[in-house]
T-cell receptor
């Protein structure tokens, strides 16, 4: 069974601060996705990374896939209250969404 | 991507009753999944809804408690049977596209 551990579990910061969320596993994944979920909504896909060492940027969000494809990080620059939400990483194995393993989640609160 | 709708969006039910949740997708998809989520926590996979055959349940979930229908490639239902307060949760459907899953908005269930 693949396990994905996220840290920190909870994060409360002031607007304008930077933060990094980590997603770690002992298993190798063929790709890794990051989702953000706001209260009352389902998770929304932010990005998919597929290549070891890959870095993707989405405005103030920077995603990195580890060289060995076992871990990933999400860095947010100058956080805003609109970034508040539950961040979930999810790893795919053998090219199929059927075997998607979800991380434990990071609840981010950005205070104005 | 895919656009997914769920009905109802929320409900309050009495213990011992059953609730059927509907999931509609705007395109034909092979893989559909049902998840349960406690507020602020990660997702727990209940089952994979298979078109034309019985759903595939994860450990800890059984068909008698969570019967699933998948009559075609755009629609599925999940029934929560003989409900107890422990069934209070958010229920999400998702569809698999490649290595990615797209989620519906969820159904918030409160059992009294």
């Amino acid at each position: 069974t693949q396990l994905l551990e996220q840290s920190p579990q909870f994060l409360s910061i002031q607007e304008g601060e930077n933060l990094t969320v980590y997603c770690n596993s002992s298993s190798v994944f063929s790709s890794l996705q990051w989702y953000r979920q706001e209260p009352g909504e389902g998770p929304v896909l932010l990005v998919t990374v597929v290549t070891g060492g890959e870095v993707k940027k989405l405005k103030r969000l920077t995603f990195q896939f580890g060289d060995a494809r076992k871990d990933s990080s999400l860095h947010i620059t100058a956080a805003q209250p609109g970034d508040t939400g539950l961040y979930l990483c999810a790893g795919a194995v053998s090219g199929s969404a059927r075997q998607l393993t979800f991380g434990s989640g990071t609840q981010l609160t950005v205070l104005p | 991507s895919a656009v997914i709708s769920q009905k109802p969006s929320r409900d309050i039910c009495q213990r011992g009753t059953s609730l059927t949740i509907q999931c509609q997708v705007d395109s034909q998809v092979t893989m559909m999944f049902w998840y349960r989520q406690q507020p602020g926590q990660s997702l727990t996979l209940i089952a994979t809804a298979n078109q034309g055959s019985e759903a595939t349940y994860e450990s800890g979930f059984v068909i008698d408690k969570f019967p699933i229908s998948r009559p075609n490639l755009t629609f599925s239902t999940l029934t929560v049977s003989n409900m107890s307060p422990e069934d209070s949760s958010i229920y999400l459907c998702s569809v698999g596209v490649g290595e990615t899953q797209y989620f519906g908005p969820g159904t918030r269930l409160l059992v009294l």
